[in-house]
């Protein structure tokens, strides 16, 4: 007992700092939004709709990257009506609106890349939310829990962008040459050669996201398939050891 407690203590500590973590983040994406003036948009927008639509997008997308971490917090979990609400407000407050209004800001940004990557990533971001939405209503919770680290893998796809981005800028500027965005780096200025890879960044966050999601999802039914038989193994020896017999064991694991 006092290893399964260290454990839930150990991965609650790591929820609560995960929950911090996207606080803290979302709450610099939407800063510069707050003042509604366009001036201030990291992202360049002609007009007054495609600015709303950026600031719809902004906006939601931080309510998912905020309240993405509370549906792994077993604290939440194991209150049903808190975890169905945050869970309900998470897709339709945040993932939905932000997956919807992702297609116009990807298609107005003007570069192919981004077009291509941001739209498939907002239609997996859809989808993702729809089969772990339906995993739940058919109470396969292990299959909802996994579909729901896919799609938070893709609603990290801001936040990872931005720790991609300086790590290729390094490599291109090192490299002196045409680097990841296929733009000669020479004489460029740090500025334009950060903006040339951002479409990079992003599409290169997304891929890598999902996968270390399915690593951990696949780690994690492993880990929950071979200890199901050697609990029922040492089950079996312990009753064994005391003497009762199999129908003990049968309604001792009932």
């Known amino acids: 007992m006092p290893g399964l407690w260290g454990h839930a203590a150990a991965v609650t500590k790591r929820g609560l700092a995960a929950l911090i973590i ?33 600031v719809v ?19 939440v979990r ?13 897709l339709l407050g945040g993932v939905l609106p932000a997956a919807v209004t992702a297609v116009p800001v990807a298609l107005w940004s003007g570069r192919l890349l981004t077009q291509v990557s941001l739209s498939t990533a907002a239609m997996l971001w859809v989808v993702t939310a729809v089969l772990a939405y339906r995993s739940a209503r058919s109470r396969d919770f292990a299959g909802h829990r996994a ?38 780096s020479s004489g460029a200025e740090p500025a334009a050669l950060a903006r040339d890879l951002i479409p990079v960044g992003q599409t290169a966050a997304w891929i890598i996201n999902l996968i270390v999601a399915e690593i951990l999802i696949r780690r994690f039914h492993r880990g929950a398939g071979s200890g199901r038989p050697r609990d029922r193994a040492t089950s ?10 199999p129908a003990d064991v049968r309604r001792g694991e009932r």
């Open 22 to 54: 996207t606080i803290v983040a979302g709450a610099v994406l939407v800063e510069p939004y707050l003042s509604l003036n366009p001036e201030q948009s990291r992202i360049e927008v002609s007009g007054s709709l495609p600015y709303t639509v950026l």
């Open 57 to 75: 997008h902004i906006f939601t997308a931080a309510v998912a990257l905020v309240l993405g971490p509370l549906q792994f917090l077993a604290g």
């Open 147 to 184: 579909w729901m680290m896919r799609n938070y893998a893709l609603t990290l796809l801001a936040l990872t962008a931005r720790a991609l981005v300086p790590i290729f800028l390094l490599v291109q500027v090192a490299s002196g040459g045409a680097g990841l965005s296929g733009t000669a």
């Open 236 to 245: 079996a020896r312990s009753a064994r050891s005391s003497g009762s017999g």
């Open 78 to 90: 194991a209150r049903r009506r808190l975890h169905r609400a945050a869970g309900r407000t998470y």
